[in-house]
C-alpha cells in the first residue's frame, strides 16, 4: 500500500519532486538520510530522535540548505508532520536565500505550506525581514487543511520559566552547529 502523501493530505495531487531526484543523486535517498543531513547542518533540536550528531554527507555547494529545506518540504514526500518540522527549521537557515527559497517552492508546489511556515515566523520573529521578503514572493494561497500541519508552537523553542517569576524568551528554532552538541568546530 502506497504511503499517505502531504499532497494527499492536502488534498491535491501529488508529483514527481524534482529536489528528491537530485537529493538521491547526491546520496540522500531516503526521509532518513534527509533529516540526518538536516541534523548535521545544525537541526540539533530534532537530534534526540537519531541519538547522535550525524555526519554531513553532502556539502552545501552540493546540495544547499535551501534545496534540503525544500526537499523536506515537498507536497510528494509521505505525510509526516515531523518532517515539516524539520524542514521549517532548515527554511530558516541564516544563510538561506529568499529568492532561491520561493523558485523551489513553486517546483515543489509547497506554497501553501511555506507559506505557513512563513506567517508562523512573521508571528513570532515580526522584525525579521527574512519572513516578510519570503511571504512577498509567494502567491497568496488558501491556508491548508486543518490537522495538516504542525501547530505553529512547534516551530519555537518555548523555554517556560527560567527563573523565578522571569519566563525566557520565546524563539524560532533555526539551524546552528553547536559544539557542545558533538558537532566539529
Not at 538536516?38 to 553532502?58: D, K, L, N, S, W
Not at 497568496?140 to 520559566?161: C, D, N, Q
Request: hydrophobic fraction near 40%; include cysteine.
Amino acid at each position: 500500500m502506497e504511503p499517505v502523501t502531504l499532497a494527499r493530505k492536502l488534498g491535491t495531487t501529488a508529483h514527481l519532486s524534482c529536489l528528491r531526484q537530485s537529493a538521491k543523486r547526491v546520496g540522500l535517498v531516503t526521509e532518513k538520510d534527509l533529516i540526518d543531513e538536516a541534523v548535521a547542518r545544525g537541526c540539533f533540536h530534532y537530534m534526540e530522535q537519531i541519538g547522535h550528531p550525524p555526519q554531513q554527507r553532502v556539502s552545501e555547494a552540493v546540495f544547499s540548505n535551501e534545496q534540503l529545506a525544500l526537499a523536506l518540504l515537498t507536497i510528494a514526500n509521505p505525510y509526516e508532520p515531523w518532517f515539516i518540522r524539520i524542514g521549517a527549521m532548515m527554511l530558516s537557515h541564516p544563510s538561506n536565500d529568499v529568492r532561491k527559497l520561493a523558485l523551489y517552492t513553486k517546483y515543489e508546489r509547497s506554497e501553501v505550506i511555506v507559506r505557513e511556515i512563513a506567517l508562523a515566523g512573521l508571528r513570532y520573529e515580526p522584525e525579521n525581514a527574512f519572513w516578510s521578503e519570503l511571504l512577498a514572493l509567494l502567491p497568496e494561497t488558501a491556508p491548508p487543511k486543518s490537522g495538516v500541519m504542525p501547530h505553529h508552537t512547534r516551530f519555537v523553542s518555548i523555554p517556560g520559566l527560567i527563573a523565578p517569576k522571569t519566563v525566557g524568551p520565546t524563539k524560532w528554532l533555526r539551524p546552528a552547529k553547536v559544539t557542545g552538541l558533538g558537532y566539529a568546530a
